[in-house]
């Protein structure tokens, strides 16, 4: 099964947009020949045991989805950002838009979010907890990006191709003075944990050959830098202002996926926010339900380990793997106190990282 680079070698799809400076992220591994993830680091991740579990949790969104968008509890329901987790689900798993096992469900939630996108790019659903809608477009985005050039259908490939660049327009228009993004478009303040969610996305169309401003790249780095705690202990903050330590771990691998994100690759807050999130390495413990940034917070964690590699990596996976596997329910869902889609999705994604299929993985 091709991934999306090898569609958009040998199709020339995707290069949209200025070429040069554009689209150059400072580092972009350049200065490190194999020091980004090639997939060798995935030998032996994946047991027998976690492949199990895997195809537990895709049949389990696949059967509960109900014909219909993705999310269970409360009004997540059509949640843009439940939807597109869901969808890169089973993407990681080696599914495409109408390939694979579940490519049909690729294709409805593609269909699904594409028919959720506004004249001005913004990807929401006012229907489905209104709460943070700019989590939901990140996420969205990201989604678009991934699966762009994996589309075969014409006309749906340039949907995909027309809103992918709405979507980014928004994301780019909407940063404001500090460097980062908050909940809705056009605010003020930024804070740490909806910016990955933007900066993730723009890596990921500037990866399917979108042009992305430098200046905006820049200056989101410098925000998430300005986050990390001044102190020097390593942990990111929510706002550079403050908003820690509590509850640090996940915003610390947040913002090492925003600083790998951006192509900043080493460096002291490198270094720091890797040592500080090993000391929160998961200890296999098992309880009824995770908090709300319980699945976010590894979510992000275990790609920053991941693009850490070596040491950081063989030590983190592990843990995070066995402890999934021990808080799975034998219908093969997660659960946490947002949602049951959710965090199963959340699961599958972690698990599945050692596959290296979804491109923002491979970076």
């Known amino acids: 099964m091709w991934t999306r680079r090898q569609f958009l070698s040998r199709g020339g799809l995707g290069v949209l947009g200025a070429a040069g400076a554009a689209f150059a992220f400072p580092g972009d591994g350049m200065d490190r020949p194999g020091a ?6 995935s030998h032996g991740m994946i047991t027998p045991r976690t492949d199990t579990a895997i195809d537990k949790g895709l049949a389990y969104l696949a059967s509960t989805s109900r014909g219909g968008p993705f999310g269970i509890r409360g009004n997540y329901r059509g949640n843009v950002a439940v939807n597109s987790l869901a969808a890169l689900a089973f993407m990681a798993a080696g599914n495409q838009p109408d390939r694979g096992k579940y490519g049909r469900l690729v294709t409805d939630t593609l269909k699904f979010i594409l028919s959720l996108s506004q004249a001005n790019g913004f990807l929401t659903n006012p229907l489905a907890t209104p709460h943070g809608p700019m989590y939901g477009h990140g996420f969205g985005t990201l989604f678009l990006g991934e699966v762009h050039g994996m589309v075969h259908e014409k006309s749906l ?72 705690d001044p102190l020097g202990r390593g942990f990111f903050n929510y706002m550079p202002r403050g908003g820690g330590p ?29 040592s500080y999130l090993l000391t929160k390495k998961p200890t296999g413990g098992v309880f009824f339900r995770p908090d709300m940034q319980y699945f976010y917070g590894h979510y992000y964690a275990a790609q ?21 596997l021990n808080r799975q329910h034998e219908d093969g869902s997660w659960d946490d106190a947002i949602d049951i889609h959710y965090a199963t999705a959340m699961a599958c994604i972690i698990l599945q990282i050692p596959n290296n299929y979804l491109p923002i993985i491979q970076k």
């Open 36 to 41: 980004l993830p090639d997939g060798s680091a």
């Open 157 to 228: 490939r340039k949907e995909v191709a027309d809103k992918l660049r709405l979507a980014l327009d928004l994301i780019v228009n909407c940063q404001n003075r500090e460097g980062g993004w908050r909940y809705t478009p056009h605010s003020t303040d930024a804070d740490l944990s909806v910016t990955v969610c933007q900066i993730v996305a723009l890596r990921s169309a500037r990866n399917a050959g979108f042009a992305v401003s430098k200046d905006c790249v820049d200056h989101c780095i410098s925000y998430v830098k300005r986050c990390q």
């Open 246 to 274: 509590e509850d640090a771990f996940a915003r610390t691998g947040a913002g090492l996926s925003a600083l790998y994100s951006a192509g900043v690759y080493s460096g002291p807050e490198i270094e720091k926010g890797l």
């Open 304 to 324: 920053a380990m991941w693009t850490a590699g070596d040491h950081w990596w063989a030590e983190w996976f592990p843990a995070i793997r066995d402890e999934l």
